[in-house]
């Protein structure tokens, strides 16, 4: 019993340090890293895992769509890890509360979207990103 509890804990602390890592050396550059172990603010998660073609999201439905599963699983980890983060970070704008909530839907798709690529369901992956509404959390915490 407690064999098996030390065992469960190892590996979420293992989950932690591998998502820490895939962050770390997908966005390492000279100016990130004296910050790498703070958590992402806000702008960095949106215009990182986001905006633009050169964006985690946007590498991930790629990836899936050539069947690069791998490449797939390492951006859908990074887009997982800003998932966690984003809650940790203050809202600028709005109630805390409904921060709270849309932060971990965020959190949630994201997850999901990851758990699709380990799973290599392009249907699942899709539907986790789908899942990420950004005109909502926009409109009530964006200023
Ligand atoms: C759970 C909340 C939430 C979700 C979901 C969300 N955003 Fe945002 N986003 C924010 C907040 C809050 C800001 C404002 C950050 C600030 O001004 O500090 C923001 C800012 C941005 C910015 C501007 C970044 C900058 O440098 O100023 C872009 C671009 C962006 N979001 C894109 C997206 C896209 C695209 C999606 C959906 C795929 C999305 N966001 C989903 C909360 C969210």
């Given at each position: 019993m407690l064999r098996k509890l030390i065992?469960?804990?190892l590996m979420a602390m293992f989950g932690m340090v591998a998502m820490m890592l895939a962050y770390g050396a997908a966005t390492a550059?000279?100016?990130?890293?004296?910050k790498k172990d703070e958590v992402p603010d806000i702008k960095e998660i949106m215009s990182k895992g986001h905006k633009g073609s050169d964006a985690?999201?946007?590498k991930i439905k790629d990836a899936v769509?050539?069947?690069?599963?791998?490449?797939?699983?390492?951006y859908a980890k990074t887009l997982a890890f800003f998932g966690e983060a984003l809650g940790k970070n203050k809202a600028p704008k709005g109630d805390a509360d409904s921060w709270k909530t849309l932060c971990e839907k965020y959190a949630a798709a994201t997850k999901a979207a990851y758990k699709g690529t380990e799973d290599k369901d392009a249907k699942a992956v899709a539907k986790g990103l789908g899942a990420i509404n950004c005109g909502e959390?926009?409109?009530l915490h964006k200023k």
């Open positions: 065992r469960v804990n550059s000279p100016q990130d890293k004296d985690y999201i946007t769509k050539g069947e690069k599963w791998e490449d797939a699983q390492k959390c926009h409109k």
